[in-house]
């Protein structure tokens, strides 16, 4: 059951991160949207959420796994609803906000409640496989739902079809699941950590996604970014003199946790971008409409499931280096496929074989990637070290699809016929393969050739708290 609710949950954040793209042109209409406060809609949602995710991993070590993964599907339920109802364009972006905080409480709460239900070893990886699974079929599911429910039932369904997942979740939520609440008796919320990387991580998200509309050469994006570095520099300073902090720097000594955050990121990053590019390529180039847009999706769901399946059962017994390798590779050579798209092309040459490619092989480095990224994390840090993970995962995704998608605009240019959105789409599809690439490089040269771990201590003094040290 608690394998369930956090599968389900992570379903239902996973599906609000893709469902509302598709219905973006009815909600203009709609509610009157002007053209630049539109993106708004999809960007608050990566705003509050990638802020907000160290604090909610922290705080349910702090407060309660439980309490914060029900208050957190609470908050994002109701706000799903408020957006539903929105009669006005800053009544939805409110309502997204309101989501964005729900599942920065619930996401990091889910998955620490996986790690300390599941002890290190097989049984982990097999249900952080699930997880994983669901987790990828929920962003890929989104596009089918979001084209499906917007041209069938109306936009605002995109928003109250997390109403009955939201209530399964909390209805699967067993009372036998430990509520952790005993560290908060003995440590208090490092309230300074919470301040700045929130505020950090946040501008970082900012000046990223709105490079969309500023361009990346614009002063007020360099100001962004820039104010964003002052305060996770001044984060990681604060986090490192902490008596109980935000994030536990020592956690970055192990090669498993260092090295499964940055594929997580670069993982995700490929994932997120992929996903629109082809979108926009069956959209825009195909000619195809909402609905069999989403449902061209539904092979790169399946593929994405099946990837992680065949994972799991590799790394059960095994390192996760064993399925993240050949996986990363093997998305990256789908991708490049993908490169290959044609203005004269159709959805059975150029879409479905690079889709079934590329997911089976994303699929076989996001199912082992969180088991790496949680492997000698003791129980009471274990939202910490999930809330880091989902911002890696938040960061690449935001980062990743503001970077490739403005290299795609800029090849294009202000051209807008098919064969030259071709050209852009498939330069961006290009170097998102190279960035799996990457991923493959940082998993044979960071990742431990042997599952052997040394578990990490717990500092007891501030000066424990520093990164310098042999990796476990």
């Given at each position: 059951?608690?394998?369930?609710?956090?599968?389900?949950?992570?379903?239902?954040?996973?599906?609000?991160?893709?469902?509302?793209?598709?219905?973006?042109?009815?909600?203009?209409?709609?509610l009157?949207?002007?053209?630049?406060?539109?993106?708004?809609?999809?960007?608050?949602?990566?705003?509050?959420?990638?802020?907000?995710?160290?604090?909610?991993?922290?705080?349910?070590?702090?407060?309660?796994?439980?309490?914060?993964?029900?208050?957190?599907?609470?908050?994002?339920?109701?706000?799903?609803?408020?957006?539903?109802?929105a009669?006005?364009?800053?009544?939805?972006?409110?309502?997204?906000a309101?989501?964005?905080?729900?599942?920065?409480?619930?996401?990091?709460?889910?998955?620490?409640?996986?790690?300390?239900?599941?002890?290190?070893?097989?049984?982990?990886?097999?249900?952080?496989?699930?997880?994983?699974?669901?987790?990828?079929?929920?962003?890929?599911?989104?596009v089918?739902?979001?084209?499906?429910?917007?041209?069938?039932?109306?936009?605002?369904?995109?928003?109250?079809?997390?109403?009955?997942?939201?209530?399964?979740?909390?209805?699967?939520?067993?009372?036998?699941?430990p509520?952790?609440t005993?560290?908060?008796?003995?440590?208090?919320?490092?309230?300074?950590?919470?301040?700045l990387?929130?505020?950090?991580?946040?501008?970082l998200?900012?000046?990223?996604?709105?490079?969309?509309?500023?361009?990346?050469?614009?002063?007020?994006?360099?100001?962004?970014?820039?104010?964003?570095?002052?305060?996770?520099?001044?984060?990681?300073?604060?986090?490192?003199?902490?008596?109980?902090?935000l994030?536990?720097?020592?956690?970055?000594?192990?090669?498993?946790?260092?090295?499964?955050?940055?594929?997580?990121?670069?993982?995700?990053?490929?994932?997120?971008?992929?996903?629109?590019?082809?979108?926009?390529?069956?959209q825009?180039?195909?000619?195809?409409?909402?609905?069999?847009?989403?449902?061209?999706?539904?092979?790169?769901?399946?593929?994405?499931?099946?990837?992680?399946?065949?994972?799991?059962?590799?790394?059960?017994?095994?390192?996760?280096?064993?399925?993240?390798?050949?996986?990363?590779?093997?998305?990256?050579?789908?991708?490049?496929?993908?490169?290959?798209?044609?203005?004269?092309?159709?959805?059975?040459?150029?879409?479905?074989?690079?889709?079934?490619?590329?997911?089976?092989?994303?699929?076989?480095?996001?199912?082992?990637?969180?088991?790496?990224?949680?492997?000698?994390?003791?129980?009471?840090?274990?939202?910490?070290?999930?809330?880091?993970?989902n911002?890696?995962?938040?960061l690449?995704?935001?980062?990743?699809?503001?970077?490739?998608?403005?290299?795609?605009?800029h090849?294009?240019?202000?051209?807008?016929?098919?064969?030259?959105?071709?050209?852009g789409?498939?330069?961006?599809l290009?170097?998102?393969?190279?960035?799996?690439?990457?991923?493959?490089?940082?998993?044979?040269?960071?990742?431990?050739?042997?599952?052997?771990?040394t578990?990490?201590?717990r500092?007891?003094?501030?000066?424990?708290?520093?990164?310098?040290?042999?990796?476990?």
């Amino acid at each position: 059951m608690v394998l369930a609710a956090a599968a389900v949950a992570q379903f239902v954040v996973a599906l609000d991160m893709s469902v509302v793209n598709v219905a973006l042109p009815a909600i203009r209409t709609a509610l009157g949207f002007a053209p630049l406060d539109l993106s708004w809609v999809v960007h608050v949602y990566a705003l509050t959420f990638g802020g907000f995710l160290l604090l909610g991993g922290r705080a349910c070590d702090l407060y309660g796994r439980r309490q914060m993964f029900a208050l957190g599907l609470v908050v994002f339920g109701l706000c799903s609803l408020a957006g539903g109802l929105a009669q006005t364009p800053w009544q939805l972006i409110a309502a997204r906000a309101g989501q964005g905080l729900g599942a920065a409480a619930a996401a990091p709460a889910a998955l620490a409640m996986l790690t300390t239900t599941f002890a290190e070893g097989p049984r982990r990886v097999r249900a952080l496989g699930v997880w994983s699974a669901v987790n990828a079929a929920g962003g890929a599911l989104g596009v089918l739902a979001g084209g499906v429910l917007t041209e069938y039932a109306g936009w605002r369904w995109v928003m109250l079809i997390n109403l009955p997942i939201v209530m399964a979740a909390l209805a699967l939520i067993p009372a036998g699941v430990p509520a952790g609440t005993a560290p908060a008796q003995r440590e208090r919320l490092d309230a300074l950590g919470a301040v700045l990387a929130t505020g950090g991580v946040g501008l970082l998200v900012l000046g990223v996604v709105r490079t969309d509309t500023l361009g990346w050469d614009s002063p007020v994006t360099w100001a962004t970014l820039a104010a964003a570095a002052v305060l996770l520099t001044a984060f990681v300073f604060a986090e490192s003199r902490a008596d109980a902090p935000l994030l536990r720097l020592g956690l970055l000594r192990s090669r498993w946790v260092a090295g499964a955050n940055v594929l997580v990121f670069l993982a995700a990053a490929g994932q997120f971008t992929a996903f629109y590019l082809v979108s926009l390529y069956m959209q825009q180039v195909l000619g195809m409409g909402a609905a069999a847009t989403g449902t061209a999706f539904l092979p790169f769901s399946l593929g994405l499931v099946a990837g992680t399946v065949v994972a799991t059962r590799i790394t059960a017994a095994r390192t996760p280096r064993v399925s993240l390798v050949p996986g990363a590779l093997l998305a990256a050579a789908g991708l490049a496929w993908f490169a290959h798209i044609s203005p004269e092309g159709s959805f059975l040459t150029d879409v479905l074989g690079p889709s079934l490619v590329t997911s089976v092989g994303a699929g076989l480095v996001l199912a082992p990637v969180a088991a790496a990224a949680t492997t000698g994390v003791a129980p009471p840090e274990a939202g910490m070290a999930s809330g880091l993970m989902n911002s890696s995962r938040q960061l690449g995704g935001s980062v990743g699809l503001a970077a490739l998608a403005t290299l795609a605009a800029h090849h294009t240019g202000t051209a807008t016929d098919p064969a030259a959105l071709n050209g852009g789409y498939a330069l961006g599809l290009a170097v998102t393969a190279a960035v799996f690439v990457l991923a493959a490089v940082v998993a044979i040269g960071v990742l431990p050739r042997r599952r052997v771990v040394t578990p990490l201590p717990r500092p007891t003094a501030p000066a424990e708290n520093q990164m310098e040290g042999t990796p476990s």
